[in-house]
């Protein structure tokens, strides 16, 4: 059996089957990796391999200068496309067939983000459970299988009576979601264990910059209009219904530019509906970057849009907002907690590309100061303060 060096900080296992740097992308990794920079090595980690980390045994590993504790569970190929076997349900087999090394290095203070990671540990082996739940909706329902949606009831049947061992439930998400969460659940989960807990941003790097000093260093003209968005290149996240209103958006400022900021399984489809419609002089695709260079495209933006059919606490629109930029979103949870229409932007409660371009262009009209105000208001949520935000929640034993 491995034992990891004892100290006085007591330690928490976060079981996230990511590799904690680049893989897969989304928000389950974007918030382990801020777990990492506010708890450091008092983390002990479990998650997969995507170069020559073993995999099946405890053993020390550095990221970012900091040394783990470590256990893979498996190794896999980085890439985008859809697999044959869903990723979660990989994800479950893994850490079931691994659970009894995994919890042989005696830490009961566990936190996990996923469904399939509570499913395949025993309810005898989670004495201090914390779940964050970055999405409040049933995944089945919005699921990129087709055969998803038939295991829906199924799903919150056991779910809901699995997460119930939890001593608390973070959810990520707004309070009307988070009642309509408890709702599904039947009473299951009490409410008074479910805390509303946005994620999270790294205000060190997602802050005001010179947009025209970003733009030269990028490349960019300092004269055309400049939209982007961020996060995976899902079908979720509304990439057509965004390029349509590009494309109207384009009649009006025809030197416009669009820029997909990140990477995902639809990639392709974007690309062919670009070259479908003639627009790949305006539209961009820049796959996966770094934060620090996410936050410069950020600054080098006039405007800020979002499609998605559905979010939790949507940690690229806080990127957005704390870069000081102006947004047009759709109507999903937290939109109207981050955007006030007309302050800093609009949400949008229709899929209506006109109705979405006339805010479009109305957002250019929007004062600096309430920007920068709003901008301000994302120090609330700094990932600087996540350790505490966590613990004035959860007791660690």
Known sequence: MYKSNK?????????????????????????????????????????????????????????????????SVGKVKKTNKKTFIPIRLKSYFLVKR?????????IENIFIQTPEVLFAL?????KNLCARIPGVENPMSISRYWYGKFFTKIFDHFYFRKINIAKIILASADNVSIHNFINRGKGVVPISRVIQFPTRVNTDIFRKTQKENERIELGLSLHDKIIV????????????????????????????????????????????????????????ITGRISHQLLAKYLNAADLYIMGSYVEGWATSLVEAVSCAK????????????????????????NRNTEEFVRSMLDCFNIPEENLLIKSMEMQQYSVSDLKNSILKHWKLI
């Open 98 to 106: 691994y659970q009894r090394q995994i919890l042989s290095i005696g």
């Open 326 to 349: 102006p947004v047009v979103c759709s109507n999903f949870s937290s939109a109207k907690e981050l955007i006030e229409n007309g302050i800093n932007g609009y949400v949008i409660e």
């Open 7 to 71: 100290n006085e900080t007591k330690k928490i296992l976060l079981i996230e089957i990511c590799n904690f740097i680049d893989y897969p992308i989304g928000g389950y990794l974007s918030f382990a990796k801020q777990m990492l920079t506010a708890f450091g090595n008092q983390l002990v980690l479990v998650g997969l391999s995507t170069d020559n980390t073993p995999t099946g045994k405890w053993i020390k590993k550095e990221i970012d200068g900091i040394t783990y504790d470590y256990f």
């Open 122 to 126: 025993n309810r005898s082996n989670l």
């Open 229 to 284: 968005t961020t996060g995976r290149l899902s079908q979720l996240k509304g990439w057509k219904f965004m390029l349509d209103c590009f494309l109207k958006f384009k009649n009006i400022y025809p030197n416009s530019i669009f820029i997909f900021l990140g990477d995902g399984e639809d990639r392709l489809k974007i690309e062919e509906y670009i070259d479908k419609e003639k627009i790949g002089q305006n539209v961009k």
